[in-house]
């Protein structure tokens, strides 16, 4: 795969992940939306979906189910810090299961939107 394909592969799957947890945390917390919500949350993906593709799974120093589970877990965790700060109001175990939620969904239906987009396009 060219250098462009492989940036436009990971530009599609950084979109589709982000998105899908955005509007998952819209959907769910509509109440107290700050301003500029959309630009927060892409913002903490662009900080964490690098780190966990490029970081822990492209690395090849462990399985990949230990690879998986760390970068899931940086992710979780470190959007949970993000979350609380976005949404003010609410607490640490909120935040933790929005993000928990939020990455559980992107995760399990992002490859379904992926295969149903390529399938349509065959």
């Not at 593709?53 to 230990?66: I, K, R």
């Amino acid at each position: 795969m060219s250098l462009v394909g492989a940036g436009l592969s990971y530009l599609y799957v950084f979109l589709q992940s982000a998105g899908l947890e955005a509007l998952f945390l819209r959907a769910t917390e509509r109440r107290q939306l700050p301003t500029r919500f959309w630009s927060k949350i892409f913002l903490m993906n662009a900080i964490t979906h690098p780190l966990v593709v490029y970081g822990w799974l492209a690395d090849g120093w462990m399985t990949n189910l230990q690879a998986v589970i760390l970068a899931e877990a940086f992710a979780v965790l470190s959007e949970t810090f993000f979350l609380r700060r976005i949404l003010k109001n609410t607490s640490w175990s909120r935040a933790f299961a929005l993000s928990l939620a939020a990455n559980l969904l992107s995760w399990q239906v992002a490859p379904l939107l992926t295969w149903s987009f390529v399938k349509l396009f065959r």
